[in-house]
T-cell receptor, first 110, second 112 residues
Framework: GQNIDQPTEMTATEGAIVQINCTYQ??????LFWYQQHAGEAPTFLSY????GLEEKGRFSSFLSRSKGYSYLLLKELQMKDSASYLC???????????FGTGTRLTVIP | DADVTQTPRNRITKTGKRIMLECSQT?????MYWYRQDPGLGLRLIYY???????NKGEISDGYSVSRQAQAKFSLSLESAIPNQTALYFC???????????FGDGTRLSIL
């Protein structure tokens, strides 16, 4: 089975850096995805980690530690448009689908 | 044009009615999925299909059925809608096993 945990809400200031954490417990890990979802809209893919370490993609980076069952999404130079929910999703070995966390709602304030 | 199109975008209906939600894609992906999203619960998988002849139940398939009419089309039916099926429903596609999923814009369904 799987247990995915993220903070429910976070607030950060425009121009700052914010780190959104995700912890998981699975019977067999086979990758972790981060998605962004603006209110009432479709989730959109941000990043994918399957090996330990940091993946950087512009202002967004994602980190994975498989031994700790831990990932984070790092957002730099925050902009107002980054206000959204951020969803962590885990792929298990042998499973054909993703298991999603409940998401972290990020509010960026001026 | 959207790569993954869901219709309708909004629907209000009554308890006991049969409802069909449609999903079509132009991405050429074999894998298609139906999820529902509820506040505080996140996205939960209802059904998924890896090709036209392959249908699989997800976490919460009770009360739902699906049809994969073609590679590009995957529809979700509620045979007899009940109020606790009120939710935001998303269709998604993916190219392969560990590839990201691409979501449609969602259908907001309200059952009175």
């Amino acid at each position: 089975g799987q247990n995915i945990d993220q903070p429910t809400e976070m607030t950060a200031t425009e121009g700052a850096i914010v780190q959104i954490n995700c912890t998981y417990q699975t019977s067999g890990f086979n990758g972790l995805f981060w998605y962004q979802q603006h209110a009432g809209e479709a989730p959109t893919f941000l990043s994918y980690n399957v090996l330990d370490g940091l993946e950087e993609k512009g202002r967004f980076s994602s980190f994975l530690s498989r031994s700790k069952g831990y990932s984070y999404l790092l957002l730099k130079e925050l902009q107002m448009k980054d206000s959204a929910s951020y969803l962590c999703a885990v792929k298990e070995t042998g499973a054909n689908n993703l298991f999603f966390g409940t998401g972290t709602r990020l509010t960026v304030i001026p | 044009d959207a790569d993954v199109t869901q219709t309708p975008r909004n629907r209000i209906t009554k308890t006991g009615k049969r409802i069909m939600l449609e999903c079509s894609q132009t991405k050429g992906h074999d894998r298609m999925y139906w999820y529902r999203q509820d506040p505080g619960l996140g996205l939960r998988l209802i059904y998924y299909s890896f090709d036209v002849k392959d249908i699989n139940k997800g976490e919460i398939s009770d009360g739902y059925s699906v049809s994969r009419q073609a590679q590009a089309k995957f529809s979700l039916s509620l045979e007899s809608a009940i109020p606790n099926q009120t939710a935001l429903y998303f269709c998604a596609t993916s190219e392969g096993k560990n590839q990201p999923q691409h979501f449609g814009d969602g259908t907001r369904l309200s059952i009175l």
